[in-house]
């Protein structure tokens, strides 16, 4: 056992100007050219500010240690400020280094570490830390001789692609599956016309939400106030537990509670996103709307609240509802009441719409249960693949014996 920066020195290399590709750190591909990652244009203006790492060293994103964002440069690049540049000193495998790290054992280590480490933000709703080489360095760790750590690395690299590979196969079935789920809603979507009736002559009423500042955790909406965030009616499912705690300071307002049978329509979210619909499901008399949903009561005698979500999440009526969004950033687009309660919709008749929905229900189930199969299948994967790299590295298993 030795300190981890006995085994890497920090390299803190700028050269002003310099044509070198940019990198990225991906948790799964390691360090690639960042156009393999986004065609979206570099934001700075100048990459002067910008690291330098050379073909070989360990680079890492200090926001995103625990979730294993690390990798070995494959050529010379630039790098943010974000990520720390590591170069192994004599007798040090880079791809050991990498493996070590992403270990359970590194990171229960980091995580005794991490208290008193000043916060670094939060992205993506998760709280994140900062964590720079100066902690990681403290890490005592397993540093064997320079041929064991290449016959480990060489084990893993090969043990953990092969894990890797049927990873991806099985993404590539659970993408598959949801081709075929949305297949089968266009084909439910079709007994419906574009033309004649608009959706608002089915309408009863509409009620909009309020979104005063509310706290970052949710709440039950029974017992507790919560306000519904946006993203409740994303996937044409609705998703209760996706809203804000209401503040004790703040006086509810009971007139935009959600009512069982509700269609709450997104109004302003992403361009994928935005018109999203779901039907309420259940009773939740403290959980009201925020002023990014609109929820609509229907008449029932023509309308099954379920059947006109399916509607709306079909691709026929996604490139209507998109083409009159509008907004400034592709982050953020809106629709208006207006577009919405106009959108061309001529239902079949009630039992038809009975019909519809239940041989919709049946093959979806199926996919459903697919694809929650193939995603605890890749869940196992990853836990198979962690668990053989941290027995690796800490010596549990002789990889000497391994063919």
């Known amino acids: 056992m030795t300190r981890f920066g006995a085994a890497l020195q920090k390299i803190d290399e700028r050269i002003p100007g310099v044509g070198l590709p940019l990198m990225s ?36 994103n200090k926001m995103k240690v625990r979730s294993g964002a690390m990798g070995v440069a494959p050529e010379d690049g630039l790098v943010t400020y974000h990520y720390e540049v590591m170069r192994p000193r004599e007798g040090m495998d880079a791809r050991y280094i990498v493996h070590l790290m992403k270990s359970s054992w590194f990171t229960s280590e980091l995580i005794a570490r991490e208290r008193g480490i000043s916060a670094g933000g939060e ?19 397993l540093l064997p001789e320079i041929a064991e750590q290449r016959a480990i690395a060489d084990y893993l690299d090969r043990e953990t692609a092969r894990i890797d590979t049927l990873i991806e196969e099985q993404q590539r079935l659970i993408e598959m599956l949801r081709e075929r789920r949305a297949a089968a809603i266009e084909e439910a979507a079709e007994a419906v016309q574009t033309k004649g009736q608009r959706l608002k002559h089915i309408i009863r009423s509409v009620r909009q939400g309020w979104s005063p500042q509310c706290y970052a955790w949710p709440a039950d909406g029974i017992e507790t106030w919560a306000v519904l965030k946006a993203g409740a009616a994303n ?37 994928d996103l935005v018109g999203s619909a779901a039907v309420v499901d259940g009773d939740w008399p403290r959980l009201m709307l925020c002023d990014k949903l609109y929820a609509f009561t229907l008449d029932e005698t023509q309308a099954l609240p379920r059947f006109v979500a399916v509607v709306l999440g079909s691709r026929r009526w996604r490139d209507m509802i998109e083409l009159e969004a509008t907004g400034a950033s592709p982050s953020m687009l809106n629709v208006s009441q207006a577009d919405i309660v106009n959108l061309p919709m001529t239902l079949p008749a009630l039992d ?10 049946e093959q979806t189930a199926k996919i459903d249960a697919l694809i ?11 836990e198979r693949r962690a668990a053989l790299i941290t027995a690796a590295v800490t010596g549990q298993i002789d990889v000497r014996e391994m063919v």
């Open 235 to 271: 996937g044409g499912l609705f998703r209760p537990m996706e809203n804000k705690e209401l503040p004790e300071t703040e006086t509810p307002r009971p007139e935009i509670v959600v009512s069982p049978g509700d269609l709450i329509v997104s109004r302003a979210n992403t361009r």
């Open 123 to 141: 992205h993506g709703g998760i709280r994140t830390t900062e964590v720079p080489f100066t902690v990681l360095r403290t890490i005592d760790v």
């Open 372 to 382: 929650a199969e193939t995603e605890r299948f890749i869940e196992l994967a990853r």
């Open 352 to 361: 038809d719409q009975r019909q519809i929905l239940s041989r919709l229900d």
């Open 25 to 60: 750190v991906s948790q799964t591909k390691g360090v690639v050219p960042r156009s393999e990652l986004t065609n979206t244009p570099q934001r700075a203006e100048s990459l002067d500010a910008y690291k330098v790492c050379r073909k070989g060293d360990v680079v890492f």
